[in-house]
T-cell receptor, first 112, second 117 residues
Framework: GENVEQHPSTLSVQEGDSAVIKCTYS??????FPWYKQELGKRPQLIID?????GEKKDQRIAVTLNKTAKHFSLHITETQPEDSAVYFC???????????FGSGTKLNVKP | GAVVSQHPSRVICKSGTSVKIECRSL??????MFWYRQFPKQSLMLMAT?????????EQGVEKDKFLINHASLTLSTLTVTSAHPEDSSFYIC?????????????FGQGTRLTVV
């Protein structure tokens, strides 16, 4: 089955700095890679996703890059704000309706 | 976005009893739903895939007789934790995907905090 690894487990940055979270996956058949943000006690919310036919996607301060050859993808958050503080999960999925395999999560702390 | 509602949000039960958790897709039909378990400060661990009208598919290591899943309609999946023990205490969360035609995001329920005493 798919194995998704995520690093770092915790990340502390100063407000305004950039944050980068990296994930690797093992199954080359995976073709959909979402990133979820989970605040304490709340449900995960999608923040950005990328499909395997695209190398990079950007949405305002958030961007995701995908390297299919190396089987890794990264989340980039620029100009971080305190409200970005949360746990971020990457995931990998294959095909329609297929299950998601999540990374172990990164706790991001943005210090004001 | 689509809405997935999970009930109850919190439940406390005694060891040996069973607890049912409901997951509903409120504004779309979900032929497939997923059940996850999340321990404190840990990731979402996939337990099983719930398929409408057929048996659930369980991940390796998950006891299907302990975690009963029923997906009787296109908008409702239930997870029953049978003969609960304190080690079953956890955060259980369901999700559903919107469309079969393309890879789409999964929408999550608000989760259920189960405490077995």
């Amino acid at each position: 089955g798919e194995n998704v690894e995520q690093h770092p487990s915790t990340l502390s940055v100063q407000e305004g700095d950039s944050a980068v979270i990296k994930c690797t996956y093992s199954d080359s058949a995976s073709n959909y890679f979402p990133w979820y943000k989970q605040e304490l006690g709340k449900r995960p919310q999608l923040i950005i996703d990328i499909r395997s036919n695209v190398g990079e996607k950007k949405d305002q301060r958030i961007a995701v890059t995908l390297n299919k050859t190396a089987k890794h993808f990264s989340l980039h958050i620029t100009e971080t704000q305190p409200e970005d503080s949360a746990v971020y999960f990457c995931a990998a999925s294959q095909g329609n309706f297929n299950k998601f395999y999540f990374g172990s999560g990164t706790k991001l702390n943005v210090k004001p | 976005g689509a809405v997935v509602s999970q009930h109850p949000s919190r439940v406390i039960c005694k060891s040996g009893t069973s607890v049912k958790i409901e997951c509903r897709s409120l504004d779309f039909q979900a032929t497939t739903m997923f059940w996850y378990r999340q321990f404190p400060k840990q990731s979402l661990m996939l337990m099983a895939t719930s398929n409408e009208g057929s048996k659930a598919t369980y991940e390796q290591g998950v006891e299907k007789d302990k975690f009963l899943i029923n997906h009787a309609s296109l908008t409702l999946s239930t997870l029953t934790v049978t003969s609960a023990h304190p080690e079953d205490s956890s955060f259980y969360i369901c999700s559903a995907r919107l469309r079969p035609q393309a890879n789409t995001e999964a929408f999550f329920g608000q989760g259920t905090r189960l405490t077995v005493v």
